[in-house]
């Protein structure tokens, strides 16, 4: 059983797009996350939600838009797409924001824009 | 603000090797610290932790120490085999607020 799944893995488009990508936790988590990966590996956070409420939003283009439908989900949405949107995009959960609890990953989503 | 900062890689060991991959700290309080490990491909996932100053974490023949008088986790293991290629990551982790993590270091162990 998956505990965090995303959905594509693989995302390939055209500059000017927009695209989403789609989060799901099983774990019965009240925080979830999106990370950025560049092309150096290095990992940034973009957006936290708790409780379907945002708690973190660094300084992100407005360009992307999370939405939490309920807990256990969290989207990402990104319009007109820009080179350097590519990366590899990362959600995760924990039980609470911040402290010792382990954030668990999905696999990643890798996105390329031409 | 926090900041965590490890040491440049990469790094290229042979099978049976020791290993340690060093990680400083910036912040204010006493947060958690953490090793996260990204193998080929996958997420992260994460590796060990600690919580409060002098506590050890370990897992899987990999350990690292909370070391609050030079702000430092450095991880360590003993004898590192072909599966332990990854990349890895240190990061801290406030009372409340986000994960910080390092720039990562990719390791590669060959036979």
């Known amino acids: 059983d998956t505990a965090v799944s995303q959905t594509p893995k693989y995302l390939v488009t055209q500059m000017g797009n927009d695209k989403s990508i789609k989060c799901e936790q099983n774990l019965g988590h009240d925080t979830m996350y999106w990370y950025k990966q560049d092309s150096k590996k290095f990992l940034k956070i973009m957006f936290s939600?708790?409780?379907?409420?945002?708690?973190i939003n660094e300084t992100v283009p407005n360009r992307f838009s999370p939405k939490s439908p309920d807990k256990a989900h969290l989207n990402l949405h990104i319009n007109s797409l820009e080179l350097g949107d590519s990366a590899v995009y990362f959600c995760?959960?924990?039980?609470?924001?911040?402290?010792?609890?382990?954030?668990?990953f999905g696999p990643g989503t890798r996105l390329t824009v031409l | 603000g926090d900041s965590v900062t490890q040491m440049e890689g990469p790094v290229t060991l042979s099978e049976e090797a020791f290993l340690t991959i060093n990680c400083t700290y910036t912040?204010?309080?006493?947060?958690?610290l953490f090793w996260y490990v990204q193998y080929p491909g996958e997420g992260l996932q994460l590796l060990l932790k600690?919580?409060?100053?002098?506590d050890k974490g370990s897992n899987k023949g990999f350990e690292a120490t909370y070391r609050k008088e030079t702000t430092s986790f450095h991880l360590e293991k003993g004898s590192v085999q072909v599966s332990d290629s990854a990349v890895y990551f240190c990061?801290?982790?406030?009372?409340?607020?986000?994960?910080?993590f390092g720039q990562g270091t990719i390791l590669t162990v060959h036979p």
């Open positions: 600690a919580t409060k100053a002098d």
């Open positions: 939600y708790n409780n379907k409420e945002l708690i």
């Open positions: 990061a801290l982790m406030p009372s409340y607020g986000k994960l910080t």
């Open positions: 912040a204010t309080g006493y947060p958690s």
């Open positions: 995760a959960s924990s039980y609470m924001a911040g402290g010792q609890d382990e954030q668990f």
